[in-house]
Structures are given as C-alpha cells and as structure tokens.
C-alpha cells in the first residue's frame, strides 16, 4: 500500500525547485537595481546590505516558474527627514524619485510606481522595489502613496523566521507545503495572499497529528490542511514581526472545497495504489508539475 507517495511527492518538489540559473538570474537582477539605487543616494562603494531580498525568494519558497522578486532597498535616514519635510503626498514622490533613477539606468525597461513599490518588469524577471527606511528594533519603514501617504512598518526577518522556526522542527515541512500551496494558488487561481498561506501553513504544521512523520505522509498532510484553511473562513491572519491583521474572506472558499474533495480521492488512490489515478488527481489541484511516476 502507499507505494507511490514518496515518488510522487519527490518528483512534485523537484519539479517545482528553481534551477540554479534562475536563482542567478534573479540575484543578478536585484544587484542591478541595487547598484543604480546606490548611485542615487550614496557615495563611495556599492554596499549590498543595503539590499533586502524579501517575498518568497527571501524565505527561500519560490518556486518555478519564476515569479516576481520583492526587494528593499534602504536609503540613508537624511531621506526620511527629507521626505517628510517635502509638501503633499511625500511617499508618492519618493516613488516617482526613485522611479526616475532606475530610468537612467534601465531606459528601456517600461518602469511603473504604485502603491508601495517600482516595478521593473525585465525579460525574465520583474523586480519589485520598495525604498525603506531600516529601524533600530530590526524592523523596517516602507512607503505607501495611499489616502495621502503614510509609513508603515515590515518585519521580513519574522516572517523568514516563523517559518524557519517550523521546518528546523519538523523537517521542511512548512517550506514544502508552502511550495505545493503556491502550485495550486497559480494552477486554480486561488485568491488567497501568499503571505496568508504562509501564516496558515505554519499553524497547521504545529498542531497536525503527523508531522514528526516523513514525506510517507504528505498526501495526508495536503489533505488534512485543505480542511484545517476552510475554518479559517473570513477569519484574519497576524503577520508575524508587527501589529498587523487581514481579513481571509471566503472568496477562496469554494476552491478549497474542490481541492478536498480532490485530495480524498487523491489519497484513496494512493493507498490502494492506482498511481495514474491518484497523479490524476493530484495534477487537478496542483497542475502539470505534478507528474505521474508509474
């Protein structure tokens, strides 16, 4: 019985590992920004602490194909004071600002500033920039451009390490779910935030009956998390490191449903070891990554 788990489940993370080409692909990308940045508001040599890679690439759970990658940079604190100083809707202006410098240097780059961030949107990759302010207690300021602009706080290093904290545990077990969770918000366009599945994950991961267990098991623990993420129905989720909560909604809701239903099955085949059967299953709520082994 259970034959086909462990290849199916080894063959899925494998699957969705970024190669090593685009992990430099990527870090080439943001030393390149992170150089211009440097220009604009330094002197002296290039200093690459003042580049934060954060997101998924920064709690090491991105997976193929390549996403975004969400970067600070952080500029000395005389901009602050500067920026706060400047009339109007001062965080929308430092945007534009830093905007205008990546423009110089990427003119053919079709840059865009919103929200919170400069987006870069290259070949391969797109980089999100968001220009910070770093504090002493570790966390950081970014800017927002909304109802006339404000700072608020992030605390990247937290949320890297809530999930650390799980995988030194119980085995990788938080980095893989996530992984996988990715794969079925992308291939069934979940709307749910990553950072939600993050939170929720890590939860699960601590309270789940089996998860001293190895990858023997994770066709259960998929299983058992869509049923653990459908109480959490317009419930709210803390982002770990600052006082912040958001609202999960139940847009997500019917989603999960189907992908219970399907993991069922998905298990059920697994167990009386029907591989084409169970793979078929799974590839319904993770997508093509998903292969069979049989």
């Not at 994770?218 to 909560?245: C, H, S």
């Not at 997500?252 to 591989?275: G, I, N």
């Amino acid at each position: 019985m259970w034959a086909y788990v462990i290849p199916h489940f080894n063959t899925f993370l494998a699957n969705l590992e970024l190669t090593q080409s685009q992990r430099d692909d990527a870090m080439t990308k943001v030393e390149s920004v992170g150089r211009c940045l440097h220009a604009k508001y330094y002197q002296g040599s290039y200093d690459p602490g003042n580049v934060v890679v954060v997101g998924s690439y920064g709690k090491e759970t991105a997976v193929r194909p390549p996403s975004d990658i969400d970067m600070l940079y952080l500029l000395p604190a005389s901009e602050y004071y500067r920026i706060n100083q400047v009339l109007g809707n001062g965080q929308s202006q430092l945007l534009q600002e830093v905007k205008r410098a990546l423009a110089d240097t990427f003119p053919r780059t079709d840059l865009s500033a919103d929200g919170q961030v400069v987006k870069a949107p290259f070949t391969s990759y797109s980089v999100e920039v968001v220009p910070s302010f770093r504090c002493d207690d570790g966390t950081y300021l970014t800017c927002h451009t909304a109802d006339g602009g404000s700072w608020r706080s992030s605390n990247p290093g937290a949320e890297y390490r809530a999930i650390t904290d799980v995988d030194t545990t119980y085995d990788l077990k938080a980095t893989h779910l996530i992984k996988m969770l990715k794969a079925w918000k992308r291939n069934c366009n979940v709307p749910l935030k990553s950072i939600a599945l993050e939170i929720a994950v890590c939860s699960f991961v601590y309270q789940w009956p089996h998860n001293k267990q190895s990858i023997f098991w994770y066709d259960w623990m998929v299983r058992d998390f869509f049923v653990f993420l459908y109480q959490y129905r317009n419930g709210t989720a803390k982002v770990p490191g600052i006082q912040e909560e958001f609202s999960l909604g139940d847009s997500w809701l019917s989603r999960c449903e189907s992908a219970y239903s399907r993991a069922v099955k998905a298990c059920d085949y697994e167990h009386d070891e029907y591989e084409l059967l169970a793979a078929d299953e799974w590839k319904k709520i993770f997508g093509d990554q998903f292969q069979r082994v049989g």
